[in-house]
C-alpha cells in the first residue's frame, strides 16, 4: 500500500536556527498538508496546498513557515528562525481530493526538538 | 464551546466489553465527519468516516446525529489492540481545513 514518507523522523535544532522538514506524499494525490501535534496536545492543521499554491493555512502558520513542492515529488516545510515552542511532532499528510470528500492519508511525522 | 470536544478519558475497559465514545462539534455546516486512532506517538490513521445514515465496519459502528451535533464511535467485543487514543475529526466547511478533537484514550485491560 502506497504510503506517506518523512524525514528525517527526528530533527534537533539550536533555537534561532532554520529547519527544513521533507515529505514524500503519495504519487497520485494532488493535496497536501502540514499538522503538527505538540506533545499531549491535539492535532492541529497548518496549511493544506494544492495546484502549487497555499489553498487554507490557519493563524498557526505565519510568516515564519513556508511551504515548497520544488519538484514532482517532494513536499517541504521551511520553519525560519525556529523558537522554543516550535518543539513538536509535525504531520505530512496527502489525499487525492479536497479533505471534504477525502480522508487523508499520514505520514509517520518528524519529531521537532528546539533546544 | 469549542470547535470538537471528546471526553479526554481514559476509559478502562475489560476486553470483550462494548465501549462508546461520543464527540461534539460547534459549527451546523460542518460537512465532513471522521475517527482517527492514534497510537502512542505515532500518526493519525483512519478508522472510519461517519455517514449520516449511520455505518458499520466489522466491531466498529459510527453514528452521525447532526440536530444535536454529535458523532459517535461504538467498538464492540474489544480487544487489546484497540487501546489507543481515538481522535473525532470535523471538516468545518468545504475547504481543506479539518479540526481535531483531542481525543479519548482507551485501555484495553485484559
Known amino acids: 500500500e502506497p504510503e506517506v514518507t518523512q524525514t528525517p523522523s527526528h530533527q534537533v535544532t539550536q533555537m534561532g536556527q532554520e529547519v527544513i522538514l521533507r515529505c514524500v506524499p503519495i504519487?497520485?494525490?494532488?493535496?497536501f498538508y502540514w499538522y503538527r501535534q505538540i506533545l499531549g496536545q491535539k492535532v492541529e492543521f497548518l496549511v493544506s496546498?494544492?495546484?502549487?499554491?497555499?489553498?487554507?493555512k490557519s493563524e498557526i502558520f505565519d510568516d515564519q513557515f513556508s511551504v515548497e513542492r520544488p519538484d514532482g515529488s517532494n513536499f517541504t516545510l521551511k520553519i525560519r528562525s525556529t523558537k522554543l515552542e516550535d518543539s513538536a511532532m509535525y504531520f505530512c499528510?496527502?489525499?487525492?481530493?479536497?479533505?471534504?470528500?477525502?480522508?487523508?492519508?499520514f505520514g509517520d511525522g518528524t519529531r521537532l526538538s528546539i533546544l | 464551546r469549542k470547535e470538537v470536544e471528546q471526553d479526554p478519558g481514559p476509559f478502562n475497559v475489560p476486553e470483550g466489553a462494548t465501549v462508546a465514545f461520543n464527540c461534539t462539534y460547534s459549527?451546523?455546516?460542518?460537512?465532513?465527519f471522521f475517527w482517527y486512532r492514534q497510537d502512542c506517538r505515532k500518526e493519525p490513521k483512519l478508522l472510519m468516516s461517519v455517514y449520516s445514515s449511520g455505518n458499520e465496519d466489522g466491531r466498529f459502528t459510527a453514528q452521525l446525529n447532526r440536530a444535536s451535533q454529535y458523532i459517535s464511535l461504538l467498538i464492540r467485543d474489544s480487544k487489546l489492540s484497540d487501546s489507543a487514543t481515538y481522535l473525532c475529526?470535523?471538516?468545518?466547511?468545504?475547504?481543506?481545513?479539518?479540526?481535531f478533537g483531542k481525543g479519548t484514550r482507551l485501555h484495553i485491560l485484559p
Open positions: 499528510a496527502s489525499g487525492p481530493m479536497g479533505q471534504g470528500n477525502q480522508p487523508q492519508h
Open positions: 504519487s497520485n494525490h494532488l493535496y
Open positions: 496546498f494544492y495546484n502549487n499554491e497555499i489553498s487554507e
Open positions: 475529526v470535523v471538516n468545518i466547511n468545504e475547504g481543506d481545513k479539518i479540526i
Open positions: 459549527n451546523s455546516a460542518s460537512q465532513s
